[in-house]
């Protein structure tokens, strides 16, 4: 089975701080994606990599950067936290060169406080 | 432009009701693909179904079925004989052309009550 893990469910930070969401998938997928969801705003792409070191912006990418220095691991960094960043965040990875599904892992919620 | 709409938000049915989820596309590439995610309370979006746009066969697993019409633009997702189990959030969402990313629905909050 393909696992996406997210290396935490639940979690509280303070404003301004520096947040690190951390991804990891096992099945040697080129493309990872960091998404965040909220009520009546559906998923939204904040960033994606397609291969290691390679980042491109998503639809809302603002307060936000990201780190891929190893195939397997993506990471969402959030410079300094704002309210506004609370929510649902979700990450996936899947194939580049094969249209498939992408997997999901089962998201971090993080709130600022 | 690439837009899938979900026009319903919320839909709540009583159990083994038969119940239809709306999905509508927009794109003007002539090879993409749709799917069908389905994001239960625990939090994990699960894939559901792919289907490109040379096959407009329609899909039937189980309970589940997919009707797939390229004159309407529409993949649209019946749930039969519903379950409490299949109350989840639904999202429809769309592939094409070179697009490295998928173009999401907002998604419809399915209640089945008992």
């Known amino acids: 089975d393909v696992k996406v893990t997210q290396s935490s469910r639940y979690l509280v930070k303070r404003t301004g701080e520096k947040v690190f969401l951390e991804c990891v998938q096992d099945?040697?997928?080129?493309?990872m994606f960091w998404y965040r969801q909220d009520p009546g705003l559906g998923l939204r792409l904040i960033y994606f990599?397609?291969?290691?070191?390679?980042?491109e912006k998503g639809d809302i990418p603002e307060g936000y950067s990201v780190s891929r220095e190893k195939k397997e691991r993506f990471s969402l960094i959030l410079e300094s936290a704002s309210t506004n960043q609370t929510s649902m965040y979700l990450c996936?990875?899947?194939?580049?060169?094969?249209?498939?599904?992408?997997?999901f892992g089962q998201g971090t919620r993080l709130t600022v406080v | 432009a690439q837009k899938v709409t979900q026009a319903q938000t919320e839909i709540s049915v009583v159990e083994k009701e038969d119940v239809t989820l709306d999905c509508v596309y927009e794109?003007?590439?002539?090879?993409?693909?749709l799917f069908w995610y389905k994001q239960p309370p625990s939090g994990e979006l699960v894939f559901l179904i792919r289907?490109?746009?040379?096959d407009e066969q329609n899909e039937i697993s189980g309970r589940y079925s997919w009707n797939f019409q390229k004159s309407t633009s529409s993949f649209n997702f019946t749930i039969t004989a519903s379950q409490v189990v299949d109350s989840a959030v639904y999202f429809c969402?769309?592939?094409?052309?070179?697009?490295?990313?998928?173009?999401w629905g907002l998604g419809t909050s399915l209640a089945v009550n008992p």
């Open positions: 969402a769309l592939h094409a052309g070179n697009n490295r990313k998928l173009i």
């Open positions: 794109t003007r590439d002539t090879t993409y693909y």
């Open positions: 996936a990875s899947g194939f580049h060169r094969v249209i498939h599904e992408a997997f």
């Open positions: 289907r490109n746009s040379f």
């Open positions: 990599s397609y291969d290691v070191k390679m980042k």
């Open positions: 099945m040697d997928h080129e493309n």
